[in-house]
C-alpha cells in the first residue's frame, strides 16, 4: 500500500465512525466512575442517582436559571436601567496662551499651505515656500521650547519626590 492509500482508509474510518458513540471503559475514563452521569431525557420529570444520592431533576430544573434570551425578568430590565454607569463630564481644556496659539498655527498652517497650493496650482516662489517651511520648524521649536518640562515654579529648593 502506498502512503496516500493508508491516509485515504484512515480517514474512511474517521467518516465512518463520526456518528457512533463510544463506549469507554473505566480505565480510559480520566475521571472516576462516580461521577459518570446517566443522560436521560431533558422532559422526563424521573429522579437521577449521583454517586449514591437521588435528586428529583424537576427541582434541579427549578433552581438552575434559564439561559433563554427571550426570557427576561421585569427587575433586571429594572436594574439595567439604573446601574448603568454615567462619567462625570470632562474637566475644561486648558487655556493657551498667544504664543502658543501662534506655535500651533505656524506648525499646522506651513504645510497645509504647501498642500492647498499644489492641489489649487498656485504660483509658488522661492520666498513663498521658505516661509512655509519655516513657519512649520519654527512652530515646532517654539512648541518643544515651551514644553516646560522642568520642576514646577513653586517647588522651592527641594524637588524630592513628587506624588
Known amino acids: 500500500m502506498?502512503?496516500?492509500?493508508?491516509?485515504?482508509?484512515?480517514?474512511?474510518?474517521?467518516?465512518?465512525?463520526?456518528?457512533?458513540?463510544?463506549?469507554?471503559?473505566?480505565?480510559?475514563?480520566?475521571?472516576?466512575?462516580?461521577?459518570?452521569?446517566?443522560?436521560?431525557?431533558?422532559?422526563?420529570?424521573?429522579?437521577?442517582?449521583?454517586?449514591?444520592?437521588?435528586?428529583?431533576?424537576?427541582?434541579?430544573?427549578?433552581?438552575?436559571?434559564?439561559?433563554?434570551?427571550?426570557?427576561?425578568?421585569?427587575?433586571?430590565?429594572?436594574?439595567?436601567?439604573?446601574?448603568?454607569?454615567?462619567?462625570?463630564?470632562?474637566?475644561p481644556l486648558p487655556k493657551m496662551d498667544a504664543g502658543t496659539k501662534i506655535a500651533w498655527l505656524a506648525l499646522f498652517g506651513g504645510p497645509a499651505y504647501l498642500l492647498l497650493a499644489a492641489l489649487l496650482s498656485w504660483p509658488m516662489d522661492g520666498w513663498i515656500l521658505f516661509s512655509a517651511i519655516a513657519a512649520f520648524i519654527g512652530g515646532f521649536v517654539a512648541l518643544i521650547v515651551r514644553m516646560g518640562d522642568g520642576p514646577p515654579p513653586d517647588s522651592g529648593w527641594d524637588d524630592g519626590a513628587i506624588v
Open 2 to 91: 502506498t502512503p496516500q492509500s493508508d491516509e485515504d482508509e484512515v480517514w474512511r474510518q474517521i467518516v465512518a465512525s463520526f456518528n457512533q458513540s463510544t463506549e469507554t471503559t473505566s480505565a480510559v475514563q480520566p475521571w472516576p466512575d462516580r461521577e459518570n452521569v446517566p443522560v436521560e431525557s431533558p422532559t422526563a420529570p424521573e429522579t437521577a442517582t449521583v454517586a449514591g444520592v437521588r435528586e428529583d431533576t424537576r427541582d434541579v430544573e427549578s433552581r438552575v436559571p434559564s439561559h433563554d434570551p427571550g426570557e427576561q425578568d421585569a427587575t433586571a430590565e429594572a436594574d439595567d436601567e439604573t446601574d448603568h454607569y454615567e462619567p462625570p463630564p470632562p474637566p
